[in-house]
């Protein structure tokens, strides 16, 4: 008998015939003799429709009523669902008077516990007390995905996407066997299948280049979740929850074998919601690099591609991306910096831009990815206008509405649809 997580994304939830189904699939697995554990988003558009009404009052994300409102979605989710794999099991005739199948629970109710970093809250344990206790009595959790509680009871969401994590966090508590992620698609492909009709489905990825794509635009998984899963050496597998078929497997690069080590670029992916900031007029001198990617980094703003260039005026310039979700935030820690300590700061913002990146443990032997990469996107007419490096990628920020032929082709032009 195994230990099984299941997490459910807004798709696989997102009508009350999926929800059934869910049901079903859950209670099967159960009745195979497996312990089930559920993870579920909230119904797909419902937690965008919760920021948009937010947005209408402040524009500006990360606060404690922000993630309160936000992770609403997932209440109702694991309402229904809960509500579906009771009736199922009744409809069955699997239940005794008195007896429940599921039991539905939000974060703090299992004892989700997370830092006070709304929006982007981290998970530092779970208390796995009262899920034990059900899973012995063979009643299925169903876990609300994506929320916590901080150490003075506020609600916290952990970044859009963060049911991924939540499932991976909840399946590394309770060392589960098996972590399994239920999505619209049916596994993790080359590209996203949405923008390059010639993707090809993976049957295995490491989780070095899972973590690339993942954080370089491929929402399929949420990148801390594939952090998590490395950390603790936990397998997922990515899979369809409209159909049986296997999925992608997301596994440590030595259980690849040594075919996969030969591929040199395994995966294009795209974020077409990228801002560039450019801080101009910037006096030189030590410690201005670190007085602002300090505040953003305070400010928990990831940014990425940045490049710094003293012009012959003498003053200097530095600029970077940053996700659009974060550029409000990002603006406004600037404009506080200006007024304490850089007066002269000029700030420039460029959007509509997309970021799309070339990734694979190959490249780092071989040279000529990049050069590659650059004419590909020279025949295609798409000019750079920022490139940055890894050991396992290379990014280029192009306008936003060149990104799906960007995509097309590069995944073409280092030869994907071949995978
Ligand atoms: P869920 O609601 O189940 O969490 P998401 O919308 O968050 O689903 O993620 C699934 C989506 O990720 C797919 O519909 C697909 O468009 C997108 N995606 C982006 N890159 C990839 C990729 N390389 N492989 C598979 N899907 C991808
Ligand atoms: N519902 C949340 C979101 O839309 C979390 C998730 O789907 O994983 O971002
Ligand atoms: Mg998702």
Known sequence: MALVVQKFGGTSVGSIERIQHVARLALDSQARGDDVVLVVSAMSGETNRLVELAMQIRPIPFSQEYDLLISSGEQIAVGLVTLAINTEAERRGWLKKGEIAAKGLLGYQVGIFTDSIFSKARIQGI??????????????????????????????????????????????????????????????YTTDPRLCSDAKKLDRISYEEMMELASLGAKVLQIRSVELAAKYRLPLHVRSSFSSVEGTRVVSQDLLGEQ????????????????????????????????????????????????????????????????RVDHLKAREVLEDLKEQSLPSMRIAEEGDLAKVSVVGVGMQHHPGVASKMFQLLADAGISIKLITTSEIKISCLIASGQMKQAVECLHRGFELHRM
């Open 260 to 323: 996969m080590e030969q591929v040199v670029v395994s995966g294009v992916a795209a974020d077409g919601a990228q801002v560039k900031m450019t801080l101009q007029n910037l006096t030189e001198g030590p410690g201005v690099a670190a007085k602002i990617f300090g505040a953003l980094s305070r400010a928990s703003i990831v940014v990425d591609v940045i490049i710094q260039d003293i012009p012959a005026s003498g003053m200097l310039t530095i600029s970077f991306t940053v996700g």
């Open 127 to 188: 208390d796995t007390t009262r899920l034990k206790s059900l899973i012995s009595s063979r009643v299925i959790p169903v876990i609300a995905g994506f929320q916590g509680v901080d150490p003075e009871s506020n609600i916290t969401t952990l970044g859009r996407g963060g049911s991924d994590t939540s499932a991976v966090a909840i399946a590394a508590a309770l060392k589960a066997d098996d972590c399994e992620i239920y999505t619209d698609v049916d596994g993790v």
